[in-house]
């Protein structure tokens, strides 16, 4: 009886593996390592494909490994596309392997590399975070649209279009953000957030950026890190400080602590969305949502 169990699971599993196979599919399948980046090649590719987040909303990027089943979903895709700069730093190997044999487009070529901030001088050391700055974003989506088109030139109107109309909503989400930016920089606030994922938004919007981790969240803030995050607080008179939806706020809550210790009473605020969107249908569950939210966050809580 067990082994008649064991031949029908065997079968099934057989049968599953050939209807989701790359010929048997309507739709060719993409799979993008995140949700901001699925959300971006929807955006590109409307209905002619069935684009795949490899990470599910709330998961952070930096921490990462890719599990059995990931591995057979890259494999098994027709295109992998994937932000590079080693924001998704445990996965750097599969990459590389998938390249001998898969289609792999990692969108961060299309970013000028004079535009890529750094932290140091090791390849890791870039700043991976650069749909904070949305004409960054904007860039790389306009790479990646020529990119699909090589890869299916028979979308390339499809694609164009869609391209065009996303570069119009992006150049409109631009201009909204650097509008409301003016007024928190005229009221002399600063942004303090629990990783520093924000500098290109600081660098693009011209807006003071403080964080108590690195780069990555694998980072340890020290104490030194926290003693003087709680003097830059105290100093500016920021009015709040917030915490990420991928971070746990532990560490952002003892800057509060350290501020009201020292007189100085400061909200923890958020979460910011910064390396995932929020559920599908949710106000942040798209980018152009994301960025509205996290903006709309940070300028109730900052605007005296």
């Not at 971006?40 to 930096?62: R, S, T, W």
């Not at 924001?87 to 392997?97: A, D, H, N, P």
């Not at 150049?171 to 002399?188: F, I, P, Q, T, Y």
């Amino acid at each position: 009886m067990r082994k008649l169990l064991l031949f029908f699971l065997l079968i099934g599993l057989v049968i599953s593996c050939k209807s989701d196979s790359k010929e048997s599919r309507q739709k060719p399948r993409i799979v993008a390592t995140t949700s901001i980046l699925a959300d971006g090649i929807k955006n590109l590719v409307g209905d002619q494909a069935e684009v795949v987040a490899l990470m599910p909303a709330g998961v952070d990027p930096h921490l990462y490994k890719a599990s059995v089943r990931d591995l057979d979903l890259l494999t098994n895709a027709d295109l992998v596309v994937y932000h590079g700069l080693y924001l998704e730093g445990k996965m750097t190997e599969i990459f590389e392997k998938l390249a001998l044999s898969q289609s792999l487009i990692d969108i961060s070529v299309g970013i000028p590399k004079e535009s890529l901030l750094r932290s140091g001088p090791e390849a890791h050391s870039v700043d991976p975070h650069i749909w904070f700055d949305v004409n960054l974003w904007s860039k790389a989506m306009k790479y990646t649209a020529t990119e699909m088109i090589t890869w299916r030139p028979e979308w390339k109107s499809i694609i164009e279009s869609n391209s065009s109309s996303y570069q119009e909503q992006l150049a409109k989400l631009d201009a909204e953000v650097r509008l409301k930016v003016n007024e928190l920089r005229s009221a002399g606030q600063v942004l303090v957030t629990a990783h520093d994922a924000f500098a290109y938004f600081g660098k693009a919007y011209q807006l003071e950026v403080k964080s108590l981790q690195g780069l990555s969240t694998l980072s340890e803030p020290g104490l030194r890190d926290l003693t003087e995050l709680i003097q830059t607080v105290q100093e500016k008179k920021v009015k709040a400080i917030f915490a990420e939806q991928t971070i746990s706020p532990k560490a952002i809550r003892a800057v509060a602590a350290g501020a009201a210790e020292r007189n100085h009473e400061v909200k923890l605020a958020g979460p910011l969305y910064t390396d995932s969107l929020d559920a599908e249908g949710t106000p942040a569950g798209t980018y152009i949502g994301m960025v509205e939210m996290n903006l709309k966050t940070i300028y109730e809580n900052l605007l005296p």
